[in-house]
Nanobody, 115 residues
Framework: QVQLVESGGGLVQAGGSLKLSCTVSGRIFSTSVAGWYRQAPGNQRELVAS???????NYAGSVKGRFTISRDNAKNTVYLQMNSLKPEDTAVYYC?????????WGQGTQVTVSS
């Protein structure tokens, strides 16, 4: 059974930083594409960043240069370092692992950026 557990969300002032972590149980992580999505009230869930098993990364244009995704396969964990946070980054952030076209999701962690 695959479970994703996120941590690291919270309240931060604009310009500040947060680091999200997501640990994936089960045996899929090292060969999965891992990613972070976010959903703000009234908006659709959107991709923030993803990283393949070969460490190829992809970022949404709105976060490029500010956010960094990384993974530690030995710890079954994917990270999202968020710097220079803006109020528009406020959302629930969800961890995702994708294997053979099947998506697994975490429960979400709230990130709130105050102006």
């Amino acid at each position: 059974q695959v479970q994703l557990v996120e941590s690291g969300g919270g309240l931060v002032q604009a310009g500040g930083s947060l680091k999200l972590s997501c640990t994936v149980s089960g045996r899929i992580f090292s060969t999965s594409v891992a990613g972070w999505y976010r959903q703000a009230p009234g908006n659709q869930r959107e991709l923030v960043a993803s990283i393949t098993s070969g460490d190829t990364t992809n970022y949404a244009g709105s976060v490029k240069g500010r956010f960094t995704i990384s993974r530690d396969n030995a710890k079954n964990t994917v990270y999202l370092q968020m710097n220079s946070l803006k109020p528009e980054d406020t959302a629930v952030y969800y961890c995702n692992a994708r294997k053979f076209g099947v998506d697994f999701w975490g429960q979400g962690t709230q990130v709130t950026v105050s102006s």
